[in-house]
């Protein structure tokens, strides 16, 4: 398969990057990506791990992760069957820039829970015409 050497620009809605931006966005996808960094999981112990997750979206989620080459599935032959999922190495180079976004996000929620305050306080009072 060839590929063009057209340089990646997420600003360009025809560029795949934007359909790689939006797959880490997600929100299953970058939480089991997170998951997976303590090593191989079962599908029951990562969806116990994700929480609220049904079956179907995490079979989704985690097929589409393969798909793209973040994770690896190894099945074992064995009665009942197992399979474990894991990071790959390339999955294994996004922990870091996660880690940091993820971060910023517990540090910020209390900034971002009061500028929605203060935005829909300012709303209501529009509304009211106060």
């Not at 960094?37 to 029951?44: C, D, E, I, L």
Request: net charge negative; with cysteine; aromatic share 6%.
């Amino acid at each position: 398969m060839e590929t063009n050497a057209v340089p990646a620009n997420i600003l360009d809605p025809d560029c795949p990057s934007r359909v790689i931006f939006q797959r880490i966005g997600d929100k299953w996808a970058s939480l089991v990506v997170q998951v997976l960094a303590a090593g191989p999981v079962r599908f029951s112990e990562l969806r116990k791990m994700v929480h609220v997750v049904t079956p179907k979206v995490l079979t989704q989620t985690l097929r589409t992760l393969e798909r793209d080459g973040l994770i690896t599935r190894t099945v074992y032959a064995q009665v009942p069957p197992r399979v474990d999922y894991e990071l790959s190495e390339l999955g294994a180079s996004l922990l870091e820039p996660l880690t940091l976004l993820r971060q910023w996000a517990e540090d910020h929620v209390p900034t971002i829970l009061e500028a929605r305050d203060a935005y829909d306080d300012a709303q209501d009072a529009e509304l009211l015409g106060d």
